[in-house]
């Protein structure tokens, strides 16, 4: 079945370094892939998204990279600030079908030390 | 900008009982999704309904129900609760099923199960 394995479960960054947190996807229909953030007791926020058209996609500090062919994306981070501290998700999804649903990672727990 | 809307916030009902989750999605979108949540687990999809049909299902128990109605909010029945039904339970609406469009999560509805 449709499964999202994403590395590590938990990332301790200093301050001012960068964070990447990686994902596999095993159906191979998967064409667009979002990645959430999420504090504690709060809401999954979605901070980026990218579909499977593109290969790679920027938006200020954070940005995401898709390889098709070997099914993997990644989520970096840089010059992390305290305020980056959260559960991260990725996910996959396959519009253009019934299974419209969002497949989530198993989250990274990300910790930013001052 | 409006976001999607849940009721209540918290929610606490003793076993056997029944719950019913409200979620009023951004406006003009037509798609609705019902996630659970459990303790440091990533959200589990349940169900879907697009132009208040449905258009996805998960692991949803069958103890559990869902529809759409005209105006487009969506509520979730949960009956003969169990322990285990404890958890955050996420709306997230989009604007158009099958085009990749981003799902944006509700602040939850937290539900104890006594």
Sequence with gaps: ?114 | AAGVIQSPRHLIKEKRETATLKCYPIPRHDTVYWYQQGPGQDPQFLISFYEKMQSDKGSIPDRFSAQQFSDYHSELNMSSLELGDSALYFCASSLEVGASDPQYFGPGTRLTVL
């Excluded at chain 1, 960054?13 to 996807?25: F, N, R």
């Excluded at chain 1, 709060?42 to 954070?62: A, M, T």
């Design chain 1, 1 to 114: 079945g449709e499964n999202v394995e994403q590395h590590p479960s938990t990332l301790s960054v200093q301050e001012g370094d960068s964070a990447v947190i990686k994902c596999t996807y095993s159906d191979s229909a998967s064409n667009y892939f979002p990645w959430y953030k999420q504090e504690l007791g709060k809401r999954p926020q979605l901070i980026i998204d990218i579909r499977s058209n593109v290969g790679e996609k920027k938006d200020q500090r954070i940005a995401v990279t898709l390889n098709k062919t070997a099914k993997h994306f990644s989520l970096h981070i840089t010059e992390t600030q305290p305020e980056d501290s959260a559960v991260y998700f990725c996910a996959a999804s396959r519009p253009y079908s019934s299974a419209s649903k969002i497949i989530f990672g198993s989250g990274t727990r990300l910790s930013i030390r001052p």
